[in-house]
């Protein structure tokens, strides 16, 4: 009995550790590599390069992880990003965004110049809630002010006037909402100096769709001089062309 049972055993054995190993799933991929990238950070030898790789670090970290919950120990690490003000203001601002967490704005020192006046304390709390008169937004997705790595979604609502403006889009023509000038301060500020629109008609069950063909004749008797009312409900920007708007309704009155 002894010299058949050995023999199975073996087998059993060889076959167990010949079996391929158990495929790691994306998550843990993403955090292994993250792991190795902390190590490879704080084994830099001058502080300069550590904290331009903590940096990477958490861009790759908000960029590919599902993950919105911000601990301490992450807030530690641009705590420790103090040799370029504009680093220490970005990682601030990348977990704010990420988390929608208001108060991590708070904690941004940096007083910004023109081209990245989005790393300021206001315009960090004004990119994640925004009210203005009768609008009122939230970001729901992304890290503005670019749709980079992935869509702004802002949803809330606006009274905005505007009429339809054909426009040469890669040599053809496009009929585009055109937001008045003076209501451009009542969407979000990491949008409010885009003017041209994509008018859908939009729910949360089916997304966004065309508008109707009616409903495009009406706004088109409408001009700069004579400009249309709309009410929206939701702005999504995309990473290449124009963003959408979603159409609730033509306010008339």
């Known amino acids: ?73 992450e807030l530690e690490i641009c705590d420790s990003i103090t040799k370029v003000k504009r680093d220490n203001a970005e990682c601030y601002w990348l977990f704010a965004m990420k988390s929608k967490n208001e108060e991590i704005c708070d904690k941004i020192t940096y007083e910004p110049f023109i081209d990245d006046d989005y790393l300021s304390k206001e315009i960090c709390h004004q ?49 585009y909402f055109k937001v008045h ?11 409010s100096h885009r003017s041209l629109f994509q008018l859908k008609n939009y729910s949360i069950e089916e997304g ?6 009616d409903i495009m004749a009406e706004l088109s008797k409408y001009s700069e001089s004579n400009p249309a009312t709309i009410s929206i409900e939701k702005v999504y920007v995309l990473m290449e062309g124009a963003p959408f708007m979603g159409l609730k309704e033509i306010i008339t009155e």
């Open 1 to 73: 009995m002894k010299k058949i049972l050995i023999p199975i055993l073996i087998l059993f054995l060889t076959a167990c550790m010949s079996a391929p190993p158990e495929e790691l799933t994306k998550e843990d991929k993403i955090k292994l590599i993250l792991e190795s990238k902390i190590e490879n950070c704080n084994g830099l030898p001058f502080k300069d390069q550590r904290e331009t790789c903590l940096l990477e670090y958490v861009w790759n970290k908000v960029s590919w992880e599902d993950e919105t919950t911000v601990t301490n120990e």
């Open 127 to 175: 990119s994640l809630s925004y009210e203005y008169e009768d609008a009122n937004w939230e970001l729901f997705s992304g890290l503005p002010p670019k749709a980079d790595p992935e869509n702004l979604d802002y949803r809330g609502g606006a009274k905005l006037r505007g009429w339809i403006s054909e426009e040469e889009t890669f040599g053809e023509i496009f009929e």
């Open 181 to 191: 000038p003076d209501d451009l301060i009542k969407l979000p500020p990491p949008i």
């Open 208 to 213: 966004f769709g065309p508008i109707e063909n």
